[in-house]
Antibody, heavy 119, light 107 residues
Framework: QVQLVQSGAEVKKPGASVKVSCKASGYTFTNYGISWVRQAPEQGLEWMGWISPSNGNTNYAQNLQGRVTMTTDTSTSTAYMELRSLRSDDTAVYYC????????????WGQGTLVTASS | DFQMTQSPSSLSASLGDRVTITCRASQGISNSLAWYQQKPGKAPKLLLYATSRLESGVPSRFSGSGSGTDYTLTISSLQPEDFAIYYCQQYYSTPWTFGQGTKVEIK
């Protein structure tokens, strides 16, 4: 069965960077896209962007352009999301999720990683 | 961007009730709509995609309908495990966007 296991919680100071990992198993890693979705405390869901592990192509939400980078390591079936210049409003649970190419509905999710940006 | 508006924001219902949640897109999304259920402290779970296609393993009491800009999620007979927050999401065009959520609570 598909499993996405994310790295642990992070606490960072404003202005710092964070890199969250998402290790996939149970399917062919390059056959599905990986999106990142975040959820601020007691708030709704926000799609951040997606990466195609097969060719490395990315599509980022415009409000995060320039601060976010998504990458994959196909040798370890792991996806990464780096967010730079952290602000307090980046405090959220960050999820990775799979979807079939450009069909952007998310059928498997990681367990979430809490990132706290606080001085 | 495609804005997704859900209604109501919350509702109270009893076990066995029929519950309907609506989702309106700011533009037509050609049935590219999914529904998720989220319980406290957990990741969202896909319930339906392509408006009405039930994800594998999801009980048949969940159903979806709609077209154009207006979509609905129906739970035919509310069960104890259905108390949660429900989100709609359009994947017609990036940025893929979610509704603000509907909290289903016990009456």
């Amino acid at each position: 069965q598909v499993q996405l296991v994310q790295s642990g919680a992070e606490v960072k100071k404003p202005g710092a960077s964070v890199k969250v990992s998402c290790k996939a198993s149970g399917y062919t890693f390059t056959n599905y896209g990986i999106s990142w979705v975040r959820q601020a405390p007691e708030q709704g869901l926000e799609w951040m962007g997606w990466i195609s592990p097969s060719n490395g192509n990315t599509n980022y939400a415009q409000n995060l352009q320039g601060r976010v980078t998504m990458t994959t390591d196909t040798s370890t079936s792991t996806a990464y999301m780096e967010l730079r210049s952290l602000r307090s409003d980046d405090t959220a649970v960050y999820y990775c999720a799979t979807h079939y190419s450009h069909l952007g509905y998310f059928d498997s999710w990681g367990q979430g990683t809490l990132v706290t940006a606080s001085s | 961007d495609f804005q997704m508006t859900q209604s109501p924001s919350s509702l109270s219902a009893s076990l066995g009730d029929r519950v309907t949640i609506t989702c309106r897109a700011s533009q037509g999304i050609s049935n590219s709509l999914a529904w998720y259920q989220q319980k406290p402290g957990k990741a969202p779970k896909l319930l339906l995609y392509a408006t009405s296609r039930l994800e594998s393993g999801v009980p048949s009491r969940f159903s979806g309908s709609g077209s154009g800009t207006d979509y609905t999620l129906t739970i035919s007979s509310l069960q104890p495990e259905d108390f949660a927050i429900y989100y709609c999401q359009q994947y017609y065009s990036t940025p893929w966007t979610f509704g603000q959520g509907t909290k289903v609570e016990i009456k």
